[in-house]
């Protein structure tokens, strides 16, 4: 693998909060350097360790505390409710994090869900879906192979694993000789980061980055065929449904055949994303010089990849985010604390800097609520 892009002590989690600054700043660094395919088209950290990864309750990466998240979330069930029939089904969910799609995919279909991951938190969920879902607060394996299963959902969990062949290849034989079951995965989209050249779209815990083209592949050669593979969410997230097969199948979708166009994305964004990090490192340094107040607009990995990468954690006033149990946590490695997006009111910044221009609109109304008149700066 061509190595196209390298970042030094960055922390080893971005979405783990920590009690006090003193431990967010101790927490593990590690390096990431990530590799390119050009035969087909996977990017990976090839230096990924695993053993750093502690996937608990302290993992926090709820995005359903926003409108425009919840919009999303459910026109996207509803296509599949509608699309696949999945109504009266048996769903499984790999990595439901803290159960916001597999409760309203089985609320809205009808459906009973069972929910496997190792950060959930049955008790924060316990009174969400009773009755029609169940979780289960482990890694996914093939001993959870008995549990009844129409619809097998994996959402924003298959670029956490390095292996994703093997394991792609270990669904499918949970799978067995069940050709009705339908898989559907969601990943983040590496296209968008690389056109964009987002470096603050690319964290430790994402060791695996996928284009149309690659994510097809993966499936196909682990013997599914392709019912639907696309991007949605502005881009940001791509989609595959799939269905068992008896061996690999032949690329047919649209987007499938992307390694020219991808190749010529990694080259431009190697060439190019020195001068974007340097650009932003002076933008920073130079509203600080003119005395303004800089706020950021979301906690999540964008925004300790953004704080990490640039540095210059110190010349930002505020960290706020909506979701209420980040307020009051510190993020890993900057050692900033999560405020809530209130106290802006009482300290209002000059500028803004929205960690994810999806949710723009939804940030200007909550800024106009409080009264607090600020420019929006989007990375």
């Not at 316990?126 to 008995?146: A, W």
Request: include cysteine; hydrophobic fraction near 35%.
């Amino acid at each position: 693998m061509r190595t196209i892009y390298e970042s030094r002590n960055i922390p080893a989690h971005s979405c783990i909060m920590l009690a006090t600054q003193e431990e967010a700043r101790r927490f593990p660094l590690r390096d990431l350097m990530l590799g390119f395919c050009a035969s087909c088209g996977f990017i990976s950290n090839t230096v990924f360790d695993p053993s750093v990864q502690a996937y608990t309750r302290g993992y926090e990466e709820q995005q359903s505390f926003s409108a425009r998240f919840r919009t999303f979330q459910t026109s996207l069930i509803d296509r599949l409710i509608q699309r696949y029939n999945v109504h009266g089904k048996h769903v499984v969910e790999i990595g439901c994090g803290k159960g916001d799609f597999l409760i309203e995919l089985c609320e809205r279909g009808g459906n009973h869900g069972v929910g496997i991951d190792p950060a959930c938190d049955p008790d924060r969920m316990r009174r969400r879906g009773e009755g029609r879902v169940r979780f289960i607060q482990d890694l996914y394996s093939p001993k959870y192979s008995d549990l009844p299963c129409d619809f097998l959902c994996c959402r924003h969990t298959l670029e956490h694993i390095r292996p994703t062949h093997d394991f792609i290849g270990e669904v499918r034989d949970v799978i067995g000789d069940r050709r009705d079951v339908l898989v559907f995965f969601e990943v983040p989209g590496v296209e968008r980061v690389l056109a964009e050249c987002a470096f603050w779209d690319v964290y430790y815990e994402h060791c695996s980055y996928f284009s149309l083209g690659s994510l097809g592949r993966v499936f196909r050669s682990n013997r599914f065929d392709l019912l639907e593979l696309e991007a949605d969410f502005e881009d940001q997230y791509l989609l595959v449904v799939a269905r068992p097969t008896d061996g690999p199948t032949v690329a047919s979708l649209p987007g499938e055949d992307d390694l020219r166009r991808l190749a010529d994305l990694v080259t431009d964004f190697r060439n190019r994303v020195p001068g974007m990090i340097d650009a932003w490192r002076e933008r920073i340094a130079g509203l600080r010089a003119r005395n303004k107040r800089i706020a950021i607009w979301g906690s999540g990995s964008k925004c300790v990849s953004f704080l990490s990468t640039v540095g210059l954690a110190d010349g930002f006033d505020a960290v706020v985010d909506i979701n209420p149990y980040r307020h009051g946590k510190y993020l890993a490695g900057s050692g900033k604390e999560v405020v809530a997006p209130g106290s802006l009111k009482s300290a209002p910044p000059d500028v803004v800097l929205v960690m994810n221009p999806v949710y723009c609109s939804e940030i200007q109304r909550g800024l106009d609520a409080m009264g607090v008149n600020a420019e929006l700066a989007l990375v």
